[in-house]
């Protein structure tokens, strides 16, 4: 104890000090800034990978989903016929009792398979989603072989394919 009866401690300058210097607040707050920066950067990545590899995913299946169709049904058809207004096509069997007719529809945005059966309507099947415009689709023929070229929007991605298929040999 000194003559003031306070205790005396070890380090008698510390008793003086009641709180902290700018210059350590200046240091905490600079860290802390550095942590925030790098975790807000991870995170608006993270966000913009994840949606690019979203979109890049939908069209990449939406593109194989209907090569997977349009093959088949190109497999059994001997013949195509151009269509006319949001009508592409259809891809008629030999015996003409089987045809499947690719369209567009606009309000969903989508190329859609119709199987129709001794004229009568079978089935609808939508091919593809992610077609903005009519003109994002197109078939031609040269011979036995059927070209569609199909081009698939989701987000910022755009991808574009042409697909041949061989038809049954008339």
């Known amino acids: 104890m000194n003559m003031t009866g306070k205790p005396r401690g070890v380090f008698p300058h510390l008793n003086q000090e009641r709180g902290t210097s700018i210059v350590e607040v200046l240091v905490a707050m600079s860290i802390s800034l550095i942590v925030f920066g790098v975790i807000t950067t991870s995170m608006v990545q993270f966000f913009l990978v994840t949606r690019w590899g979203n979109s890049q995913l939908q069209i990449t299946n939406d593109i194989q ?28 069997w030999p015996d003409s009792s089987h045809q499947f007719r690719y369209s567009y529809n606009a309000l969903d945005q989508a190329l859609v398979r119709e199987h129709i059966v001794d004229g009568l309507l079978q089935t609808t ?40 298929f061989s038809m049954r040999a008339r």
């Open 125 to 164: 099947h939508t091919v593809s989603r992610y077609i903005l415009d009519q003109n994002d689709v197109s078939f031609s023929t040269s011979g036995s072989l059927l070209t569609v070229s199909i081009t698939s929007t989701s987000g910022d991605e755009i991808k574009s394919v042409d697909i041949e």
């Open 65 to 92: 989903v209907a090569s997977l169709w349009l093959g088949r049904d190109a497999l059994e058809a001997s013949s195509f016929t151009p269509g006319t207004g949001n009508v592409y096509g259809i891809l008629n």
